[in-house]
Structure formats: C-alpha cells, structure tokens
C-alpha cells in the first residue's frame, strides 16, 4: 500500500505508529532523529515520512527542508506536541502535506496517511497522463490498406491482451512506438502507464538510472533520490526502443526484471517490485547480435516471444496515397493552409520514392512541402526540391585523353568519394568504416584527416570527438537492410 517511515525521538511513539500502520497494511520503518531519517532515505525510497517537529539534533521542519533536496517525490506529514499556528504555517510553506497534532486519534493519523498516499498516487497519474496525450493522438497515424499491414495490425489485436512480451523488427521510421502504442492501448494495461525509452539517446550509466532509478550520492549529480522508469510504469507497459544498443550490463538487468520481476536503483540496497509489461523494438537483428557476443541469447529468447516484423515503406507502396492525404490534412490544420490534393503525377513521384527514412521521412517531405508551397494542388514541381539531389560520382574517362590526365588527382577524389560513401554506410562509425575498406583505423583516420573530411549536418559542422569509436551524429533517416 506505501512504504512509510515513521521519525520520533519518543521510542513508544515510534513503536506505536508502527504497529498501527503495519496493521493498515504499510511498509512501515524507523528512526529516531533527522539524521538517522537521511541516512535510511539515502538507501531505500519511501512514500511519505511521519515526523515528529521538536527533535534533538535536527528539528523536523530542518528534516522537512533537507527531504525536498534528497527525496522530492516523497511526501512529509508533521506531528507536534506543541501547537501554534506559526508553526503549523511555517511547516506547510515548506512543502509539509499536512499537521497532527499530540495527542491525536489514530482514525485522524490513518485518514490523512490514507489521503496524502491518494494525492501522491493522483498526481503522479496526472503527470503521466499530460506526457502521453500528446504521444496517444498519434495512435490513429497507423494507417494502411495494404495486405501486410493488415496482418500486422491483426497480429497487434491478437496479441494485445497477451501477457506475453513482444518484440517489434523494423527499419528506423516504419512506426515501431505507434505498434507499441496499439498494443498497450488495446489492453487490459491500457489505463496504466505506457512509458517509452530510447534505448540508444543515452550512455550506459544514464541509461541504468533512467530505467531503474537512483538514490542520492549513487553518482556524480544524483542529488536526490529518483524514480526509475520501470517505477513509473507499474502495472502499464514499458516500450525499449532500439533494444539492440544496449550494453551487456543494462542487458543482465533487464534480464532480471523480466525473470524476477523486481530491479533495484543504482546506489540502493533493496529490491524494487514491479509488474510491466516490456515491448521492445530494434532495427537490427538480434540473431546476428547473440552470434557475435554483443547480446545475450537468453535475454532474446525472453523479449522475442511475440515477433512483430514491420514492413518497410517502399514494400507497400499502396500506402503512400493514404499516408499523403493523411499528412496534407494534419499540416494544413497546423499551418492554415488550403491544399488540396496533391496531382497525380506528383503522387506517381512520392509512391516510386525509395523512401529509405520510411513514414517517418514521408512525412517531412509532406510537412516541407506544404508550408513553403502557395498552390492549392501540390505539382512535381512542389516536390522537385526534396528528391534532386546534385551527383558526387567521380567521373572515370573510358580512354586517357590526348593531353593526359593527373592521375594523382583523380585518385585523390575516387579515395575521398569512397571514404565518404564507407562512413556513410556505417553511419559514421569510422572503425567500421575502415573494416568496410579493408585498412586499418589508423590509415582510415590519415587518409580523413588528409582530405579534411569532419561530420557535416547542413551548414554546421560537428568536428568527430578524438578517437571515437562510437557513432557519430546520426543521420536523420539511416537506411538498414529489408527484414525478412
């Protein structure tokens, strides 16, 4: 029901509220003083603490202060033997949910417990819902008539109400969060959190306290105690996208949450339970990730129990008119525009696209397309800006010219064309860069440096960190091989 820790300097006291509250069904704990009251909220997390005003050595309105910076989740309820109204002001300025007063009726003592755990749990579900109102209104952009999304979408109603895990294969911008999203939203977890995490936006250590939590002092920054994500999504579903970035570690736990169904916070001592759901989704194979070593089997074989293969963009070209009418209506709403329709000639040129950044990239050409169009029927002409893009190729002549060619320099632009291409293809990750053209890191990074080659993204250039060996800013849309 609540984790409650009871902080009085009294013995009698403090074993008397523990009983009571032990007896309504509370995880009730102790301290006799301020201090002792840290140091046990610097190891476990707690729902809301009871404490006594006049202490020896810290004062429960100096607790009060002390709890906003180390635990702000938790609620604080004050008890005092000597009354005054400046006091009982001065305790709710400081955040205080409430005041008893001794002696108290233990009816009165379980009433506001009863009501402040309620506040807390209310609250917390207002917050979650504001953060997913705006991710829920994108549920009904799954849109689709062809054949295989048919089946996907059969396949999520079938599975919706499974308690089983599912794991969702696709390229980047097929839509894998709007699966997730229809899977929780169709299910008897529905009025629960539904809570997603983009497993690759972060290193490992902010990753671990993000999923699990942290307690104060756990790290460098962890001034209070925190929530983990996988707190948050109790009782609801969890969605981890890109599964496949994730570090043997992060993956031993998550491991564990599924297996046994509780984590601990980085930096705490006891066991966290919770019941979630895990949807997870990658756009690699995860086969091939468990042959090299750099995923665990037995974490995969737990998260692929319901596989759900989203089909690339370009596999259902049928699509591409409805996903157009779709994103011409939401853009003229969110610009004021009148467009139309968009001509037939225009729409021949969208469905024929290879569209390697999927939906999500269909939806960027539409969205540019419409505000800096004036017509109210979108022409090819529209569109011309978003698919011609100028030839980098290097020209090889099929015989040498009479007056001869500087073959240095010709060699000079065919390297650098094929190291650009290489770091393209790997997204630029230079040590695989350079395994693609078969030379050491060392060369690959003389022969970069030699052409003066950095990350550009528009007009800005991101200098490459020293030494990286992790990718560098990733492009908008990367492209991944079709799945099976």
């Known amino acids: 029901m609540g984790k409650i820790l009871v902080v009085d300097n009294e013995t009698s006291m403090r074993e008397f509220l523990a009983i009571v509250l032990g007896k309504e069904g509370y995880s009730v704990s102790t301290a006799e003083d301020g201090n002792q009251a840290l140091k046990t909220l610097e190891k476990d997390a707690f729902d809301l603490v009871l404490t006594d ?13 002390a709890l906003k910076v180390v635990s ?67 549920f009904t952009q799954i849109i689709g008539k062809s054949e295989r999304m048919m089946k996907v979408l059969d396949l999520v109603m079938k599975v919706a109400d499974s308690k089983s895990n599912v794991l969702i294969y696709g390229e980047s911008g097929t839509g894998k969060e709007l699966i997730a999203r229809a899977i929780h939203y169709n299910s008897g977890r529905q009025h629960a959190p539904f809570v997603p995490v983009n497993c690759s936006a972060l290193p490992e250590t902010l990753l671990e306290s993000e999923l699990f939590g942290h307690m104060k002092g756990s790290f460098t920054g962890a001034i209070s105690n925190k929530e983990g ?75 692929d129990v319901i596989p759900i293969v989203l089909p690339p963009l370009r596999e259902r070209p049928e699509d591409i008119p409805l996903l157009v009418d779709f994103f011409l209506q939401k853009f003229n709403q969110s610009m004021g525009k009148e467009i139309k329709r968009v001509e037939a000639e225009a729409m021949r040129l969208l469905v024929n696209q ?31 800006s978003c698919f011609l893009k100028p030839s980098h190729s290097i ?36 040590k695989e860069a350079a395994k693609l ?27 490459d960190p020293e030494d990286s060996e992790g990718p560098m800013e ?11």
């Open 53 to 65: 005003i006049r202490m020896p050595k810290m004062s429960g309105l100096e607790l009060l202060k």
């Open 72 to 138: 702000p989740e938790t609620i604080t309820v004050m008890m005092t033997a000597y009354a005054s109204t400046e006091t009982a002001i001065e305790a709710m300025k400081e955040g205080a949910y409430d005041y008893l007063t001794k002696p108290f009726q233990v009816d009165e003592v379980k009433l506001i417990i009863k009501n402040a755990l309620e506040r807390k749990k209310l609250k917390k579900e207002n917050t979650q819902l504001r953060r997913e109102l705006k991710g829920q209104s994108s």
């Open 229 to 303: 994500l996988f707190e948050i999504a109790h009782e609801g579903s969890i969605f981890l996208d890109e599964i496949g970035e994730t570090s043997l570690s992060i993956q031993v736990k998550l491991l564990r949450v599924i297996q046994e169904k509780e984590f601990r916070r980085v930096g705490g001592s006891k066991d966290v339970k919770v019941d979630v759901r895990i949807i997870a989704a990658t756009n690699k194979k995860l086969e091939k990730l468990v042959e090299e070593g750099r995923f665990r089997e037995d974490l995969y074989y737990r998260l």
């Open 354 to 384: 290879e569209w390697k950044g999927n939906v999500r990239e269909l939806e960027n050409v539409i969205e540019r397309t419409v505000a800096l169009s004036s017509n109210t029927i979108l022409t090819t002409e529209d569109f011309s």
């Open 395 to 430: 020209p090889i002549p099929a015989s040498i010219p009479q007056e001869g060619l500087d073959l240095e320099d010709l060699i000079d632009k065919v390297e650098k064309e094929l190291l650009l291409k290489a770091l393209k293809e790997t997204h630029w990750v230079k």
């Open 437 to 463: 053209l078969h030379i050491n890191f060392r060369s690959f990074r003389y022969r970069l440096d030699k052409h003066g080659i950095k990350r550009k993204r528009g007009e800005a250039e991101t200098v």
């Open 474 to 484: 990733q492009e908008e849309y990367p492209a991944y091989p079709a799945f099976d």
